[in-house]
């Protein structure tokens, strides 16, 4: 099993900046692609960014330019860098980290930090 702890959510004033946190423990041997996705009230879940294990990242249209996703393998911890927020961001961010093993892949899920962008 994968355990996620998320953490930097919170509330900030449009045009502000937030960064994410999520820092994954237990069975972290094969971890291929860490990333975020939001939910926000009445709207089904989005993928926001990803980035895989060699470095490559994706975004979702609605934040290129304005998010950056890392990951430091050393901590098993990916970053969600958000620049530049507009109230249309507000959701519950969750972590996602999907495992690649001989038996399947699998997905794991952090419990979500809320970000609410409003003046």
């Known amino acids: 099993q994968v355990q996620l702890v998320e953490s930097g959510g919170g509330l900030v004033q449009p045009g502000g900046s937030l960064r994410l946190s999520c820092a994954a423990s237990?069975?972290?041997?094969?971890?291929?692609?860490m990333g975020w996705y939001r939910q926000a009230p009445g709207k089904q879940r989005e993928l926001v960014a990803l980035i895989t294990s060699g470095g490559h990242t994706n975004y979702a249209d609605s934040v290129k330019g304005r998010f950056t996703i890392s990951r430091d393998n050393a901590k098993n911890t990916v970053y969600l860098q958000m620049n530049s927020l507009k109230p249309e961001d507000t959701a519950v961010y969750v972590c996602?980290?999907?495992?690649?093993?001989?038996?399947?892949?699998?997905?794991?899920w952090g419990q979500g930090t809320q970000v609410t962008v409003s003046s």
């Open positions: 996602n980290v999907v495992r690649d093993l001989r038996s399947g892949t699998y997905n794991y």
């Open positions: 237990g069975s972290i041997f094969s971890i291929n692609v």
